[in-house]
């Protein structure tokens, strides 16, 4: 297989809470400064509770809340700072002016529930993650890697045997 096959996809299947709680503590394992991971899918899909196990995996102790309503949100890491955005209720001019590009293209991580509306401000190099609701607690996320450095991350939790 091509690594550097862009279309390349990978899935992961929750069967409860604890296993989205599961992958987004992998991911914190794979993550290095700079990156920016987009979370998209139906209210309630578990973005937010995909990114409160996420900072905890970064080493982030606060509490980490929703932040539809304050847009951004930042904490301080044990290794780097952590940048909480949902976007839902912005529009692409507001997004502009808010700047969010110097959190993109900063040395944090991001983390951006609701990224489908900004599409067009993200770095073309991120790692998407959609989650599909599919049952009470079931949930499907297909993962698409945009870059090197994220179809690398793929792989290594597809060779851990965490993505299929
Ligand atoms: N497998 C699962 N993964 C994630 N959340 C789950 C799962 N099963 C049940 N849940 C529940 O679904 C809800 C997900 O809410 P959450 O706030 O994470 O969604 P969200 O995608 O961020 O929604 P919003 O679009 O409103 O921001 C929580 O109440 C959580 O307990
Ligand atoms: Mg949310």
Redesign the pocket.
């Known amino acids: 297989m091509n690594k550097l096959n862009l279309q390349n996809r990978y899935q992961f299947q929750?069967?409860?809470?604890s296993?989205?709680k599961r992958l987004a503590t992998e991911m914190a394992k794979q993550t290095q400064a700079g990156i920016v991971i987009t979370?998209d899918?139906?209210?309630?899909?578990?973005?937010?509770?995909?990114?409160?196990a996420f900072a905890k995996g970064i080493g982030i102790t606060e509490i980490v809340n929703?932040p539809?309503f304050v847009i951004i949100k930042e904490y301080e890491g044990e290794r780097l700072p952590l940048y909480h955005m949902?976007v839902?209720r912005l529009s692409i001019e507001e997004a502009d002016e808010l700047g969010l590009e110097e959190y993109f293209y900063g040395n944090g991580v991001c983390l951006v529930?609701?990224s489908s509306k900004i599409t067009e401000l993200l770095p073309s190099n991120r790692l998407e993650i959609f989650?599909s609701h599919l049952g009470?607690?079931?949930?499907e996320f297909e993962i698409i890697p945009r870059g090197e450095l994220y179809i690398n991350c793929c792989e290594n939790m597809k060779k851990n045997g965490v993505l299929s």
């Open positions: 929750a069967l409860s809470e296993d989205t979370l899918g139906d209210l309630g899909a578990g973005k937010t509770t995909f990114s409160q929703s539809t949902d839902y529930e609701w989650i009470d607690q079931k949930r």
